[in-house]
């Protein structure tokens, strides 16, 4: 029997600090997981501490919705052939500028890939054809992991380094990166594992403090039964999330996990009327998504291709067929 973590978090990430939320479970002394109601997540860089803080002792499963991982095709261009050491480089030495957006198309490269930091004084300035041509990418799909491409449920995600438009993710995986996962990988008193470049998912669960996954809320949703978000109702909509609600009521009911009580009228109310209430309701269903894996449901979806496992990460629940 896999060791259940005492704690799981889940943060729907960004680069902006006010749309970082995060979801968590405890599991109580019956083993039961009883989620809390989301609320922003504060200092990143002091994340970690505070999640141990909670766990009382006990080892934490984090997940977080940037990508973690490179596009293979870059990777081999630049012969990286392996992310989780390449990481705590990332900002020093010859990677000094990595994590530095590049404001113009000169200034792209294969040490500075993510583009643009502005949309431009005028519509269509920056092109994804400039990336495409730094990069020595034949298509955006070249920029993509395999993950991140379209499946038979849902639509493909954004690329890392692209960095404009409502999907795009490569801003907030900077920060996530840089403030997050580096620092805790630098600090030798962190033990701290990566899915699945460290392992597979239960022995770094049985084996660490803190083992950290990437998700996407677009798949979590179809982890809860819910059909694709986009696929006849909107995650930005209120009337929409409230009608997911029976969804994740049934969820909550088959898995004998607990929610307060304020988040079930949460739940109800479709978080909210704000248009930012999308933020805490993708920390929510993500963390919805951790336990399913968890508690045995849905396999975790450890990949079996050496380039996938050491390069470009997976996203925790979506099925595996390579």
């Given at each position: 029997?896999?060791?259940?973590?005492?704690?799981?978090?889940?943060?729907?990430?960004?680069?902006?600090?006010?749309?970082?939320?995060?979801?968590?479970?405890?599991l109580?002394?019956?083993?039961?997981?009883?989620?809390?109601?989301?609320?922003t997540?504060?200092?990143?860089?002091?994340?970690?501490?505070?999640?141990?803080?909670?766990?009382?002792?006990?080892?934490?499963?984090?997940?977080?919705?940037?990508?973690?991982?490179?596009?293979?095709?870059?990777?081999?261009?630049?012969?990286?052939?392996?992310?989780?050491?390449?990481?705590?480089?990332?900002?020093?030495?010859?990677?000094?500028?990595?994590?530095?957006?590049?404001?113009?198309?000169?200034?792209?490269?294969?040490?500075?890939?993510?583009?643009?930091?502005?949309?431009?004084?005028?519509?269509?300035?920056?092109?994804?054809?400039?990336?495409?041509?730094?990069?020595?990418?034949?298509?955006i799909?070249?920029?993509?992991?395999?993950?991140?491409?379209?499946?038979?449920?849902?639509?493909?995600?954004?690329?890392?380094?692209w960095?404009?438009?409502?999907?795009?993710?490569?801003?907030?995986?900077?920060?996530?990166?840089?403030?997050?996962?580096?620092?805790?990988?630098?600090?030798?008193?962190?033990?701290?594992?990566?899915?699945?470049f460290?392992?597979?998912?239960?022995?770094?669960?049985?084996?660490?403090?803190?083992?950290?996954a990437?998700?996407?809320?677009?798949?979590?949703?179809?982890?809860?039964?819910?059909?694709?978000?986009?696929?006849?109702?909107?995650?930005?909509?209120?009337?929409?999330?409230?009608?997911?609600?029976?969804?994740?009521?049934?969820?909550?009911?088959?898995?004998?996990?607990?929610?307060?009580?304020?988040?079930?009228?949460?739940?109800?109310?479709?978080?909210?009327?704000?248009?930012?209430?999308?933020?805490?309701?993708?920390?929510?269903?993500?963390?919805?998504?951790?336990?399913?894996?968890?508690?045995?449901?849905?396999?975790?979806?450890?990949?079996?291709?050496?380039?996938v496992?050491?390069?470009e990460?997976?996203?925790?629940?979506?099925?595996?067929?390579?």
């Amino acid at each position: 029997m896999p060791v259940l973590p005492r704690l799981i978090a889940h943060a729907d990430w960004s680069s902006n600090a006010k749309k970082r939320w995060i979801c968590l479970a405890e599991l109580d002394h019956q083993g039961s997981y009883r989620v809390r109601v989301p609320k922003t997540v504060g200092n990143p860089q002091s994340l970690f501490t505070e999640l141990l803080k909670q766990a009382d002792g006990g080892n934490v499963f984090a997940g977080f919705d940037f990508p973690i991982g490179l596009p293979s095709a870059y990777a081999e261009k630049i012969q990286i052939r392996d992310f989780r050491s390449l990481l705590p480089e990332l900002g020093h030495g010859v990677w000094a500028d990595f994590f530095e957006v590049a404001r113009e198309r000169d200034e792209i490269g294969p040490l500075r890939p993510f583009y643009p930091m502005t949309p431009g004084k005028k519509a269509g300035v920056r092109k994804q054809n400039h990336l495409l041509k730094a990069l020595q990418a034949k298509s955006i799909e070249d920029l993509l992991r395999e993950c991140e491409k379209s499946t038979d449920t849902r639509a493909a995600a954004s690329s890392l380094f692209w960095t404009l438009g409502a999907k795009q993710v490569g801003k907030a995986a900077i920060v996530g990166w840089r403030d997050v996962l580096i620092p805790a990988l630098q600090n030798s008193k962190v033990d701290v594992a990566i899915w699945p470049f460290d392992g597979s998912l239960f022995d770094l669960l049985s084996n660490h403090k803190i083992t950290v996954a990437e998700t996407y809320p677009a798949e979590a949703c179809l982890h809860l039964c819910m059909s694709p978000p986009g696929s006849g109702w909107s995650k930005t909509n209120q009337a929409d999330r409230a009608s997911q609600g029976k969804h994740i009521r049934n969820w909550l009911c088959s898995r004998k996990v607990h929610a307060e009580s304020q988040l079930l009228k949460m739940i109800g109310a479709g978080f909210g009327p704000s248009k930012d209430s999308e933020d805490p309701f993708d920390a929510f269903v993500g963390l919805l998504s951790m336990l399913e894996v968890v508690l045995g449901h849905r396999p975790p979806g450890d990949p079996c291709i050496k380039q996938v496992r050491s390069i470009e990460g997976w996203i925790l629940g979506q099925s595996w067929t390579g």
